[in-house]
């Protein structure tokens, strides 16, 4: 073996290092990947590989749906109109509904790897408020979609649903009425334990939300979708 191959095997292997080293922790970040294709809204956790619900049926709108009946296509969907940001795909979680107390939906994932105690990482998802659809008599907009770790949860929608308790790792405080752009919600975080799962949603009680009613009746269901979610070590993952 020369000198020549061996200098490329060494660079091949720093670059898949380098490569394997920047990806984000959060598994499937753009839900691009499935396992069934989503017929209808609430899908998410039925739908989506690595993704699961912890209350209620968050959304999964994929390309995919287009062909079936479009309540949960991309871009037309039951909520809205929305482009991806990346690929064919973006979930959906509602953050409010004015027909009982506390109700929420949050997806949740396994990290691909804990987090290590002390490390700072930096975090990033993008949002974006639906602009009706079905929902259009109850159109609002509200504050505190967030993410936020947990280590070794127990939570399930159907037995053992999270509920909201005011905190969040990554939180959007203020109102949010772009129903047009993907806002960006980033911010860092030094691990204070090993925590070994993600989820998204807004995690502030309604005596904590403020709302926007935006129909005439003043009922409020708060809707959001969400893009590209990155737990890495800089903004370059």
Not at 26 to 48: H, I, K, M, Q, R
Not at 75 to 91: C, F, L, S
Not at 134 to 162: M, S, V
Request: charged share 15%.
């Amino acid at each position: 073996m020369n000198y020549q191959l061996l200098s490329l095997l060494a660079f091949s292997v720093f670059f898949v290092s380098l490569s394997v080293g920047g990806q984000t922790l959060v598994p499937n970040p753009s839900f691009e990947e499935y396992e069934d294709c989503p017929f209808s809204t609430g899908a998410l956790e039925n739908s989506s590989e690595s993704w699961e619900s912890w209350s209620f049926s968050p959304d999964l709108f994929h390309e995919c749906s287009n062909d079936l009946d479009g309540l949960a296509g991309v871009p037309d969907n039951a909520w809205g109109w929305q482009e991806p940001i990346t690929g064919d795909a973006y979930a959906g979680v509602f953050t409010y509904t004015y027909n009982g107390l506390n109700i929420r939906e949050y997806m949740a994932a396994p990290l691909n790897e804990a987090l290590e105690v002390g490390q700072e990482y930096y975090l990033m998802f993008y949002t974006s408020m639906y602009d009706g659809g079905e929902k259009a008599i109850n159109w609002c907009a509200t504050n505190h979609i967030g993410l936020r770790f947990f280590l070794n949860p127990e939570y399930d929608h159907q037995i053992n649903a999270f509920s909201p308790d005011n905190f969040a790792h990554l939180d959007y405080s203020e109102v949010l009425t772009d129903t047009l752009t993907w806002t960006k919600v980033e911010g860092y975080f030094t691990a204070d334990e090993a925590y070994n799962w993600v989820a998204i949603g807004n995690f502030f009680t309604d005596e904590n939300t403020e709302l926007l009613p935006l129909n005439s009746n003043g009922t409020c269901s708060g809707i959001y979708y969400i893009e590209n979610i990155c737990v890495g070590l800089s903004p370059s993952d």
